[in-house]
Each structure stands twice: as structure tokens, then as C-alpha cells.
Nanobody, 117 residues
């Protein structure tokens, strides 16, 4: 099985930056894609960004040009660099991995990002 641990959330002022990290352990060879989702109170969880083999990335329209997803050298870590943060980016951010031939979704515990002055 695969386990995910996120870090890097916190409080930041509008216009500021944060970097989230997600470390995968376990059967990392079974990982197909990794990504970040977020969920605000009263809203459904939404895709923020994801990265597939070959470095192919996808972003939500709301974060394009501001957020960057990348992989670490060891391929078991994924980062989300968030620039020009807005209050509407406030949410719990979850790391996600899609694993195996059944494309099972694995989730981290979530890390809170609060954008406020």
C-alpha cells in the first residue's frame, strides 16, 4: 500500500507564497499519478494540480500561472509551489496518489492553508 504525508501549510498574507510537500512511502512503484486537491468549508473537494509520468501536468483554471506542481528527484515526493495567494485559496489541501491497475485513490491527511491579512 501507499502512504502519503503532507507538510508546509500555514497562514500567509494575500499575495504571499507557500510550498506544500507530499512524501509517499510504501509501494511507490505502483503510483500512476500524484496531485493536490483542496476543500473549503461547504464546498466539494476539487483538483488543484496533478502530475503524471513524463512530467505531464494539469492545473485548475483558478490556479494557472500562480501554482506549480513538481516532483522531487527521488520521484516519491511532490511539491506544490503557490504564489500570489488569494483569500479564496484558503482550504485544506490534500495530497493524492492514484495507484495500481485499479487506479485506487490514496489520500494524505490534509494540510490547512489560510490566506488572510
Amino acid at each position: 500500500q501507499v502512504q502519503l504525508v503532507e507538510s508546509g501549510g500555514g497562514l500567509v498574507q494575500p499575495g504571499g507564497s507557500l510550498r506544500l510537500s507530499c512524501a509517499a512511502s510504501g509501494r511507490i512503484s505502483s503510483i500512476n499519478t500524484m496531485g493536490w486537491y483542496r476543500q473549503s468549508p461547504g464546498k466539494e473537494r476539487e483538483l488543484v494540480a496533478r502530475i503524471r509520468s513524463g512530467g505531464i501536468t494539469n492545473y485548475a483554471e483558478s490556479v494557472k500561472g500562480r501554482f506549480t506542481i513538481s516532483e522531487g528527484n527521488a520521484k516519491n515526493t511532490v511539491y506544490l509551489r503557490m504564489n500570489s495567494l488569494k483569500p479564496e485559496d484558503t482550504a485544506v489541501y490534500f495530497c493524492n496518489a492514484v495507484v495500481g491497475v485499479t487506479y485506487l485513490n490514496i489520500w494524505g491527511q490534509g494540510t490547512l492553508v489560510t490566506v488572510s491579512s
